[in-house]
T-cell receptor, first 112, second 111 residues
Framework: NAGVTQTPKFRILKIGQSMTLQCAQDMNHNYMYWYRQDPGMGLKLIYYSVGAGITDKGEVPNGYNVSRSTTEDFPLRLELAAPSQTSVYFC???????????FGPGTRLTVL | RKEVEQDPGPFNVPEGATVAFNCTYSNSASQSFFWYRQDCRKEPKLLMSVYSSGNEDGRFTAQLNRASQYISLLIRDSKLSDSATYLCVVNGDDSWGKLQFGAGTQVVVTP
């Protein structure tokens, strides 16, 4: 089992460009999350999903969009990238039975 | 005020020594508490959950003080491999699964 996978691992974007960060899981978890982690800061929740077809905003959703068409995939879309979106992005999954979350390896994004 | 606050450290610890650090949380209604470990440039991973009565997992001991709203982690007989950032995590939101992460406490174990 791969667990939670994320692609790409690294990406450099120019201001105004768009991209999609991919997240896939084979753990059959209903709950999926997108976080960003800035240096010296705790992880901030961007969006989350409690199941296919259901998504909701987290703490810092501006500038991002998500979709959840399947249990396995939860892509994060950045439109009109800005330098403030330079960060490390983590996707995570969890279940209703316990609060542990399982994280993917992260995507390091730089916007110049 | 941050939801979860931690001393960023670093805590420089000789191998074999004991180190302890706390984190404070602001939401008195929080019900679930965790310590995650994050290695440099890696993803966070659950180290242990924190229970009201306190709990141990090998060399690691976690305590919860609800009255003062803090959580502690103690590491005994520190190993070089314990060098990492330890994230204090609290589930304080009404919606299940929305965790609040502290910025982390860095521990550096030296030979």
């Amino acid at each position: 089992n791969a667990g939670v996978t994320q692609t790409p691992k690294f990406r450099i974007l120019k201001i105004g460009q768009s991209m999609t960060l991919q997240c896939a899981q084979d753990m059959n978890h209903n709950y999926m999350y997108w976080y960003r982690q800035d240096p010296g800061m705790g992880l901030k929740l961007i969006y989350y999903s409690v199941g296919a077809g259901i998504t909701d905003k987290g703490e810092v959703p501006n500038g991002y969009n998500v979709s959840r068409s399947t249990t396995e995939d939860f892509p994060l879309r950045l439109e009109l990238a800005a330098p403030s979106q330079t960060s490390v992005y983590f996707c995570a999954t969890g279940t209703r039975n316990y609060n542990e979350q399982f994280f993917g390896p992260g995507t390091r994004l730089t916007v110049l | 005020r941050k939801e979860v606050e931690q001393d960023p450290g670093p805590f420089n610890v000789p191998e074999g020594a004991t180190v302890a650090f706390n984190c404070t949380y602001s939401n008195s209604a929080s019900q679930s508490f965790f310590w995650y470990r994050q290695d440099c440039r890696k993803e966070p991973k659950l180290l242990m959950s924190v229970y009201s009565s306190g709990n141990e997992d090998g060399r690691f001991t976690a305590q919860l003080n609800r009255a003062s709203q803090y959580i502690s982690l103690l590491i005994r007989d520190s190993k070089l491999s314990d060098s990492a950032t330890y994230l204090c995590v609290v589930n304080g939101d009404d919606s299940w699964g929305k965790l609040q992460f502290g910025a982390g406490t860095q521990v550096v174990v030296t030979p």
